[in-house]
């Protein structure tokens, strides 16, 4: 059987491509990876109105067949027909920016020159209506001699005009050649340059001066004081909101989670099983499916400022704050994502073209609190720091909890500062971004971007986490200790933790710290329901134990100084896998990755040890 | 007059960029926003802190760049 024929989606960035991947193909994505480069693979079905199924590609946003970064490199390669384990497309759907018509027809001329057919989605005009143009779709078509398809992607118009345009293109399925050969020079840019702003002149029938929305939204959010405002403003709504509105969610999840376990309690004789399952698998895993509400209010907000438009000025009014430790503001985007997870903030300085400027970014990313680590500090400090008022309305935990973010922001900015004067020394390339237009983001758009984000975390829960919790489990569970022993001493997880015990005793960490740090290498968050299996297990079958909450028995056996060591171990937390791979991918090669765990550990270590010797001296 | 001592909101056109002083990648970064010479340019906003970057119209695009990226760039203002 023939494989269903391919397009490929090209267009330049903020042209609206993801808003109309999402509306030709709906939920049926595949999100992966092309293999050798670290570049994400977005393909999806989509039919055509005779039924014929398409494979549509998703490719990278690029402003030219001129690669200047990886991504770019990808969207190249692919259209060239050179990129390894991918088909040379059958077409080619090109979105425009309608309300900057001269400088995408520029990418779109590119384009049509590659000889494979092309129709142009003609996107975003309601946008060029609202800044008073009007653009002659069909003049358009016959200067460009392609069809041209007005749409609105955001609002789902003209999607069915554009499947039309694409089932006469598609023809018999059978491929073109490519036409033009590689390279493009830069007089080639400024001659092509030079058409698209004839063309677009030409097709450009009406235009009358109104005051563009995005200006007068702009002369608020980039004003020289109302601007920081609404920016420190916005994130700490956004950091409010994490804590205060997932609350219940989160509350709902964990009886939920304290139901099941005492379902099984009763329902199977006690023994291996029921002891796995209450223990190992629902505890352990509860204590960490447990965080979804605040990992995905955290994205909701990342998505949210990134479909509006509002993320770039973000990063216009940090670019001089960012410059004083040799970045850009480009890095604040991925610093900002990375309070989600490092993992989507390594991936996103893709978009930073200064391998320097990308690779320091990289290297600090996992020094920002990523929302992994909020199940370890709540944990933490929830059960050892005293909820004391400082002054109204101010608690000590807050003021913990905030230091604790702060500290991480600090610390990556002194490690970027150190790292530019060192290791990734070089004259810095500056900062170029295109602002685009506010937009109101489509609900629908969002809604599948928390959807692949759950996904992904109920899969690391349901495999990694699970795996290490069961592995913990049982590795702390047996050989069962004879009467008089500690099973957490005994047990084989147990030795190995005296083992590592001897190395951060020294740092006030006690027997549980050293067990629950090497399972949490799988994930930060696992530190939590490792330290919940344990003592677990040590509570044993004294059912009233058993069923007591981790924090209060952490309040009983920690002292406040190996609390705020432990706190300030997972400040600096070296110990992810997940960040680490993406490192190896992002870096392509160990070095970097090496690097990474090797400073973050030893800065670990000692602001850990200075934590707990500074506090114990204080007489905490 | 360079871009970067353009007064906010004043019409300019390009006149002249000086290609040589900008990095490679910054230079074809600028064309691939179309920056070219005769295009008309409006300098809009300043950022917060220290008054860079800018924040120009460039065409129909709103591009973004520091001051010294700036300083490349030779305008007049349009008639």
């Known amino acids: ?620 | 007059m360079r871009l970067d001592q353009l007064p906010l909101k004043c019409p300019a056109r390009v006149s002249a960029v000086a290609w040589d002083e900008l990095a490679e990648t910054a230079a074809r970064r600028l064309r691939e926003l179309g920056l070219d010479e005769g295009v008309t340019v409006e300098a809009l906003h300043v950022a917060p802190f220290g008054k860079d970057p800018i924040a120009c119209r460039v065409g129909r695009m709103t591009v973004a760049l520091r001051r010294a990226q700036a300083h490349c760039i030779s305008v007049e203002y349009a008639a």
């Open chain 1, 1 to 620: 059987m023939n494989p269903a024929p391919m397009v490929a989606l090209v267009g330049n960035p903020n042209a609206g491509k993801s808003a109309l991947f999402n509306a030709l193909t709906g939920a049926r994505q595949k999100v992966g990876n092309y293999p050798g480069v670290t570049v994400e693979r977005k393909a999806g079905r989509m039919a055509l109105a005779d039924g014929r199924p398409i494979e549509l590609i998703d490719l990278p946003g690029t402003y030219s067949l001129e690669p200047a970064s990886p991504d770019e490199q990808v969207t190249r390669d692919v259209l060239f027909g050179k990129q390894e384990g991918e088909r040379l497309p059958q077409a080619i759907l090109c979105v425009v920016d309608a309300t900057n018509l001269d400088n995408h027809l520029r990418f779109t001329l590119q384009l049509i020159a590659l000889g494979l057919p092309v129709v142009v989605a003609l996107n975003m005009v309601d946008m060029a209506e609202r800044d008073g143009l009007r653009i002659d779709a069909a003049k358009l078509s016959q200067e460009l001699g392609v069809p041209v398809i007005p749409t609105v992607a955001v609002r789902k118009r003209g999607i069915d005009e554009l499947k039309a345009a694409m089932e006469i293109l598609v023809g018999d399925g059978a491929t073109r050649k490519i036409a033009a050969g590689p390279g493009f020079h830069h007089e080639d840019i400024v001659v092509l340059q030079r058409r698209a702003r004839a063309i677009a002149i030409a097709a450009t029938t009406e235009e009358h001066g109104a005051r563009k929305v995005s200006h007068r939204i702009d002369s608020i959010a980039l004003h020289p004081i109302a601007g920081p405002v609404v920016l420190f403003g916005l994130m700490f709504v956004v950091f409010q909101a994490v804590f205060a509105w997932a609350q219940a969610p989160m509350d709902a999840i964990t009886a939920g989670f304290d139901w099941l376990g005492h379902w099984v309690e009763a329902t199977f004789p006690n023994g291996f099983v029921r002891n796995l399952l209450a223990e190992g698998v629902i505890k352990g895993t509860g204590a960490v499916v447990t965080f979804l509400p605040q990992i995905l209010i955290l994205f909701f907000f990342i998505l949210l400022l990134e479909a509006t438009g509002y993320m770039v000025r973000a990063a216009f009014i940090m670019d001089r704050l960012m410059a004083r430790v040799g970045l850009s503001g480009r890095a604040f985007i991925p610093l900002l994502s990375s309070f989600a997870c490092a993992v989507p903030g390594i991936m996103a300085t893709r978009t930073i073209d200064d391998p320097r400027d990308r690779l320091t970014t990289i290297l600090i990313a996992p020094l920002t609190t990523c929302s992994a680590r909020l199940p370890v500090y709540t944990l933490i400090i929830g059960s050892c720091i005293p909820n004391r008022q400082v002054i109204p309305y101010v608690g000590l935990q807050g003021i913990v909890l905030f230091g604790l973010f702060v500290m991480g922001i600090v610390c990556a900015l002194l490690a970027a500062l150190v790292l530019r004067k060192t290791v990734t020394k070089g004259p810095s390339q500056g900062f170029m971004m295109e602002m685009p237009k506010y937009q109101a983001p489509s609900v629908r758009d969002v809604a599948l971007g928390l959807w692949t984000r759950a996904l992904i975390f109920l899969k690391r829960a349901g495999t990694i986490i699970l795996a290490s919790n069961v592995i913990l489990w049982v590795l702390a569970s047996y050989p069962v200790a004879p009467a008089g022993k500690l099973q957490t001493e005994y047990s084989i997880a147990g030795r190995i933790a005296s083992a590592i015990e001897v190395v951060v005793k020294p740092i006030g960490f006690n027997h549980h710290i050293a067990l629950a740090l090497p399972p949490a290498m799988a994930a930060r968050e696992v530190a939590v329901s490792a330290l919940a299996t344990t003592y677990a297990i040590d509570a044993g079958d004294d059912t009233d134990k058993a069923s007591e909450e981790v924090g209060p028995k952490l309040a009983k056996d920690w002292s406040l100084p190996t609390a705020l060591a432990f706190l300030m171990w997972f400040v600096f937390a070296p110990q992810c896998l997940s960040t680490i791979a993406v490192t190896r991918r992002e870096t392509n090669g160990w070095k970097w990755p090496a690097f990474m765990v090797g400073y973050l550990f030893v800065l670990a270590y000692i602001a850990a040890g200075a934590t707990f010797w500074i506090a114990t001296w204080a007489g905490l």
